[in-house]
C-alpha cells in the first residue's frame, strides 16, 4: 500500500510541475487532488502499520 502512495505522490509532482510551469492549466488542480489523495493513502498506511505491531 505504501508503493501506490509513492507512486501516486510521484504522478502529482509530475502533474504539478507541468502546471506550474504553464504546460497545462489543469494539471495543477490534478496535481491538488492527488497531493491530498496521497496524504490521505500515507496516514492510512501509518495507522495500518502502527495496529499491525
Known amino acids: ?3 501506490y502512495a509513492l ?5 502529482a509532482l509530475v502533474a504539478g510541475l507541468f ?3 504553464g504546460m497545462a ?4 488542480s ?4 492527488l497531493i491530498g489523495l496521497f ?3 500515507f ?4 495507522i495500518a502499520g502502527m495496529l499491525r505491531r
Open 30 to 33: 490534478i496535481a491538488q487532488i
Open 43 to 46: 496516514v492510512l498506511s501509518l
Open 19 to 21: 502546471g506550474f510551469f
Open 25 to 28: 492549466g489543469v494539471s495543477a
Open 39 to 41: 496524504l490521505a493513502v
Open 7 to 11: 507512486a501516486v505522490v510521484a504522478i
Open 1 to 3: 500500500m505504501l508503493f
